[in-house]
């Protein structure tokens, strides 16, 4: 019998021989480099790279690197190609089977072409698998209408396929049936543990200073783990090696500042030394009282956060680089007669690239440090908190073979979680824990022409439980013609982070961390539990239409079956003691195991035109929950959901946009009330009797979440106005309105006093930003 610890010394010595074989590959003659704008020293991402008048060719990466293998000795020709930017044609010797290596730069055209646009994304759609993901950029972010005059991330994110969002004020993110403790986030490969603020407009990164972002919704490979449902990979861009600029921004929602220029001027083919900084706060509470007099009584909007971000840049001329970055975020908010709340969070990070003289590898490394605390209080007095910190290290190899590439890694972190937290009945649950995990994963994309296959696995290794969870994942994609493909990803994940949060919360705002090795019942539903992990599977299959040149269809079915669930028990009211042994365990137990799963269709049509945006999404979905008493929604489960997005340039040198943006979903489920009575005070009656004095106000709840919201919908547009000030400097006006028909969308109701409480009503904003 082969264990546990036989199977992982196996992988490894595999490991091995792949990277002789990878180094073995490098020795038959190859050509290699990075591309970079020539203007900023930025790379250039997924640039075309080809050998003239051979089948040799390659595509850069994130970094702008490139490697083309096994070409024989003798005299060619480089071929690089980029949107937006001059070709380079060059010659170059391949010479006694060693590596020809050098950087290339890229001069922007004075002319693009729309066309030319379109293509290059038709090419990346045909040379990818990109299942369940979507590719975000500044340049898209900006397409939507932007509240308080900023673009965000967090307003584009609202509008992708399968995306739920909960609401404006306290609204989370939910992903193909995920909840939001279920979402891995990483900043320059740094775990972020809240990337949004309370007010769910905006998030805690910068749109301006993103490279790019990669947001997975299901089925991702092997390179991601640790979470079960999906992820958004963050990255930001260098700051200007060439010149000191910025941009300064103000709006009635709040003010921006963005800072970069070099330490070390870029000088081709010389090392560079640069620097970026933003910072952005939110002083709504205080504006809004003078601006929006009509919301809350004129006791206005109770949000306040602000934001602080900067990153160091050290790039050789041989492609190598290094990075060292830090974040602060925090975030202020309360609900009149409902909750105060407040969460901080810092991190300090690097990564580094490097690619070794004579070989075709290339090697990433990156560690960080963070910090998450979080506190509430609410209106009966029972404080909660939450943190958790720790540090994540990471390292890979990646071979680039040609149009195939493989990967491995290895990847570490600890952390320790520290809570205090009250349930729906008031029973105080709190934990101190330390946690460990390892993983080691490999993934190999393989190039077979009209097919693209993308097998990977990953094993990873819960120290505090000592849990060992084996997890394939496979891409695949098949380029019927020129104009549909289909594409199918599937995989097994794994987590052991719990959220400190209860689903019958009125506003879901504490975003707690729990880990480690839970009170957990022994069984479920008659079956014994055999470990403690929370795990899932995901299939996902669909096709791709290119309609016509500029419009594209995509189509995509996925199912989430969450084998195992962690969540707090909202209906426990005694202690776990030898007294109360003979009690059922959902009663007793801090912690109980559910079960659930979430599928559906998600249709996206995409018009691209110069002038011209359209984005239509429509997501049809359903999600259940079964804790082994009852199967039920939880309350972010809804059933159809729209996005319409749509912007317009024009004037002269289209320096007026127009965007508007509807949004159109069905009621969330929620537990209805089903009665009151009055609650005694017997804890304190020792010297009179309870029943010479009034007690409190108790509910008796109906059945959980059976009750549905009224539909949600809402109108917001944006008019922006660009005055070119000179080569480097512009000036941008924006107005933009939300909810523009004044829809009342339910944010809660109060119980209590039986109050209903709305979502933000009509808002106008203005700002107005110099770019220099």
């Known amino acids: 019998m082969i264990t546990m610890i036989q199977q992982t010394r196996y992988l490894f010595i595999f490991l091995f021989f792949i990277l002789i074989g990878g180094n073995l590959f490098s020795q038959t003659g190859a050509i290699k480099g990075f591309v970079y704008d020539k203007d900023n020293g930025e790379p250039c991402m997924f640039a075309n790279v080809s050998v003239k008048g051979t089948t040799y060719g390659a595509a850069t990466d994130v970094n702008g690197y490139f490697s083309i293998p096994k070409i024989p000795d003798g005299d060619y020709t480089i071929l690089i190609t980029y949107v937006s930017y001059d070709s380079v044609v060059e010659p170059f010797t391949i010479a006694n089977g060693k590596i020809f290596s050098k950087n290339y730069y890229l001069t922007k055209s004075a002319f693009v072409l729309d066309e030319a646009i379109i293509s290059a994304e038709r090419e990346e759609m045909r040379t990818q698998t990109r299942i369940s993901i979507v590719k975000v950029s500044p340049t898209q972010i900006k397409q ?203 991190g300090l990070g690097a990564n580094f690239t490097v690619v070794p003289a004579g070989s075709t590898v290339m090697i990433k490394a990156n560690f960080s440090y963070s910090d998450y605390n979080i506190s509430l209080q609410t209106l009966d007095n029972l404080p909660s908190s939450s943190g958790i910190k720790g540090y994540n290290l990471g390292l890979d190899f990646l071979y680039f073979l040609g149009k195939n590439q493989f990967v491995w890694g290895i990847e570490t972190l600890g952390f320790n979680t520290n809570y205090s937290f009250y349930n729906a009945v008031g029973r105080h649950l709190e934990q101190y824990e330390n ?79 729990l880990s480690g090795d839970l009170n957990l019942p022994n069984t479920f539903k008659g ?41 707090l028990n909202r209906n426990k009211i005694y202690d776990d003691n030898a007294i109360n042994s003979s009690k059922p365990d959902y009663l007793k137990k801090d912690f109980v195991v559910e079960t659930g799963y979430a599928y559906g269709i998600d249709f996206l049509i995409k018009y691209d035109q110069k002038r011209l945006y359209i984005w239509f999404v429509y997501s049809l979905g359903w999600v259940k929950r079964d804790d082994g008493v009852e199967v039920y929604s939880p309350h972010y489960d809804r059933r159809h959901n729209m996005n319409f997005v749509t912007t317009y340039k024009f004037g002269k040198q289209e320096s007026w946009n127009i965007s508007a943006r509807w949004n159109l979903g069905s009621g ?64 941008e006006v924006n107005f933009s309105i939300t909810n523009v028909y004044n829809r009342q969308n339910i944010f809660y109701f109060d119980r209590v006093d039986y109050n209903r409480v709305d979502q933000l009503p009509i808002m106008p904003s203005m700002g107005l930003s110099l770019t220099f």
């Not at 077979?448 to 997890?471: H, W």
């Not at 005694?680 to 059945?703: F, R």
Request: neutral net charge; aromatic residues 14%; without cysteine.
């Open 435 to 513: 946690t460990t995990e390892l993983a080691t994963y490999f993934k190999y994309k393989w190039n077979l022409g009209n097919l693209l296959i993308e097998p990977g696995f990953r094993i990873q290794y819960y120290a505090s439980m000592s849990d060992i969870s084996p997890e394939p994942r496979i891409g695949i994609k098949y380029n019927i013609n020129e104009i549909l493909r289909f594409k199918m990803a599937a995989g097994i994940y794994s987590q052991n982070l719990v959220a400190a949060n209860s689903d019958r919360d009125v506003v879901n705002l504490f975003y707690g961390f």
């Open 668 to 731: 969330f489920p929620f537990t209805q009330t089903a009665g009151f009575y009055e609650n005694p005070d017997l804890y304190n009656s020792i010297n009179y009797p309870y029943w010479q004095s009034n007690g409190s106000l108790g509910i008796i709840y109906g059945d959980l979440n059976t009750g549905r919201l009224p539909y949600y919908h809402r109108l917001d547009l944006t008019l922006n106005k660009v005055m070119v000030l000179s080569k480097y400097s512009k000036l």
């Open 527 to 567: 079956e014994n539990i055999t470990h403690k992990l929370q795990k899932s599977e995901h299939i996902i299959a669909g096709f791709e239409v290119d309609v016509t040149k500029k419009i594209d269809l995509n189509v995509e079915g996925y199912l989430k079956n969450f084998s195992q669930l962690t969540t």
């Open 144 to 346: 939507l209408p932007s509240i308080g005059s900023e673009p965000d991330i967090a307003q584009y994110l609202q509008v992708l396929p399968g995306v739920t969002f909960t609401g404006d004020q306290g609204g989370q993110l939910y992903i193909r049936g995920g909840s939001n403790i279920q979402n891995l986030v990483l900043l320059d490969g740094m775990t972020i543990y809240n990337p949004f603020h309370s007010i769910g407009l905006f998030s805690v990164f910068d749109s301006d200073i993103i490279r790019n972002a990669d947001i997975y919704t299901g089925g991702f490979n092997s390179e991601y783990g640790g979470r079960i449902s999906s992820v958004m990979d963050i990255s930001m861009r260098d700051g200007n090696p060439n010149r000191f600029s910025g941009k300064v921004s103000g709006s009635t929602f709040g003010t921006k500042l963005m800072l970069e220029g070099p330490l070390v001027k870029y000088q081709e083919g010389k090392a560079s030394l640069s620097y970026i900084f933003s910072g952005k706060t939110s002083f709504l509470e205080q504006s809004s009282k003078l601006i929006y007099k009509y919301i809350n009584d004129g006791k206005g909007l109770p949000f306040n956060y602000t934001d602080l971000y900067g990153k160091i840049s050290l790039n050789s001329p041989e492609g190598s680089r290094v990075n060292l970055f830090g974040f602060k975020f925090n975030d202020r908010v309360s609900y009149q007669g409902l909750s105060n709340l407040g969460w901080d969070s810092y």
